[in-house]
């Protein structure tokens, strides 16, 4: 085995040893990925909304796209959207409530955002993610579930792991 | 001298007299038109006072109730101008676990 490829057995073994995950939701329209606690039983969407179901958690990860600019809205900010977002929580277009918070993914501002939504069944789904700005749009990323350790664990694990690539 | 200034006074006391009396008719047929006038009209005033809103009851139902339409109205335009700001799904994922 040459120099060269004993180097890149040793690279490829170190980074799977240093990611915390195997398993990868990865943007369909190649922007980003994060890592996820499991692997993806089910996956649908496209480059606006996406969403992963991970093997044996009642834990789903979505994601939601936001173009910074569009015909309605000529320029959003993202104090704009995660205000809008939390009006129509506060209006009670839903049944939950949001919090937010001003923190930082991937090196970029982004806000986190922890909220719950009930169903018609009465039944109280937690959703918890963050809400990034990207070059041309804006993505919310959230764990939704019935179960807090799951949701939260899944998470944190997107907000840490999340890696741009553009 | 004499007589002719009872004459006078006479004459004062015949015309004066008159003049009284009709002056007294006068008012009194005028009091009288006043107090038709005022029972003629009562009706209408009861009839007004019957279909003026009362605010003890309806009217405060009606209130209440544009009270409501009006927020419920402010409420759709907030939602509605929030989703062109924030065009995501509040609900996507809930029915897919």
Not at chain 1, 56 to 69: F, G, H, L, S, Y
Not at chain 1, 130 to 137: T, W
């Given at each position: 085995?040459?120099?060269?490829?004993?180097?890149?057995?040793?690279?490829?073994?170190?980074?799977?040893?240093?990611?915390?995950?195997?398993?990868?939701?990865?943007?369909?329209?190649?922007?980003?990925?994060?890592?996820?606690?499991?692997?993806?039983?089910?996956?649908?969407?496209?480059?606006?909304?996406?969403?992963?179901?991970?093997?044996?958690?009642?834990?789903?990860?979505?994601?939601?796209?936001?173009?910074?600019?569009?015909?309605?809205?000529?320029?959003?900010?993202?104090?704009?959207?995660?205000?809008?977002?939390?009006?129509?929580?506060?209006?009670?277009?839903?049944?939950g409530?949001?919090?937010?918070?001003?923190?930082?993914?991937?090196?970029?501002?982004a806000?986190?955002?922890?909220?719950?939504?009930?169903?018609?069944?009465?039944?109280?789904f937690?959703?918890?993610?963050?809400?990034?700005?990207?070059?041309?749009?804006?993505?919310?990323?959230?764990?939704?579930?019935?179960?807090?350790?799951?949701?939260?664990?899944?998470?944190?694990?997107?907000?840490?792991?999340?890696?741009?690539?553009? | 001298?004499?007589?002719?200034?009872?004459?006078?006074?006479?004459?004062?006391?015949a015309?004066?007299?008159?003049?009284v009396?009709?002056?007294?008719?006068?008012?009194?047929?005028?009091?009288?038109?006043?107090?038709?006038?005022?029972?003629?009209?009562?009706?209408?005033?009861?009839?007004?006072?019957?279909?003026?809103?009362?605010?003890?009851?309806?009217?405060?139902?009606?209130?209440?109730?544009?009270?409501?339409?009006?927020?419920?109205?402010?409420?759709?335009?907030?939602?509605?101008?929030?989703?062109?700001?924030?065009?995501?799904?509040?609900?996507?994922?809930?029915?897919?676990?």
């Amino acid at each position: 085995m040459s120099a060269a490829a004993r180097l890149l057995v040793i690279a490829t073994l170190c980074t799977s040893a240093c990611t915390e995950s195997e398993y990868y939701a990865e943007d369909p329209d190649g922007e980003f990925r994060f890592a996820l606690l499991d692997e993806v039983v089910g996956h649908e969407g496209d480059g606006q909304r996406a969403l992963w179901r991970i093997a044996d958690r009642p834990v789903t990860v979505t994601m939601q796209r936001v173009p910074k600019r569009d015909t309605m809205v000529r320029e959003r900010t993202l104090r704009a959207v995660v205000e809008a977002i939390g009006t129509r929580y506060s209006e009670h277009e839903v049944e939950g409530s949001m919090s937010r918070s001003a923190c930082t993914v991937a090196g970029r501002d982004a806000y986190c955002l922890n909220a719950f939504v009930t169903n018609a069944d009465g039944e109280r789904f937690l959703r918890r993610g963050f809400l990034v700005e990207l070059d041309h749009s804006f993505v919310l990323i959230e764990a939704v579930g019935t179960r807090r350790s799951d949701v939260l664990a899944q998470a944190e694990l997107a907000r840490r792991s999340l890696e741009l690539r553009r | 001298m004499m007589k002719r200034a009872i004459q006078c006074a006479v004459t004062a006391i015949a015309l004066v007299v008159p003049l009284v009396v009709f002056a007294q008719e006068t008012a009194s047929s005028t009091s009288a038109a006043d107090e038709s006038t005022a029972a003629a009209e009562a009706p209408e005033a009861a009839a007004a006072r019957q279909y003026a809103p009362d605010p003890t009851a309806d009217h405060v139902a009606f209130q209440a109730s544009l009270d409501a339409i009006t927020a419920a109205a402010s409420r759709e335009i907030a939602i509605d101008r929030a989703t062109r700001i924030a065009p995501v799904s509040l609900t996507y994922g809930i029915d897919r676990l």
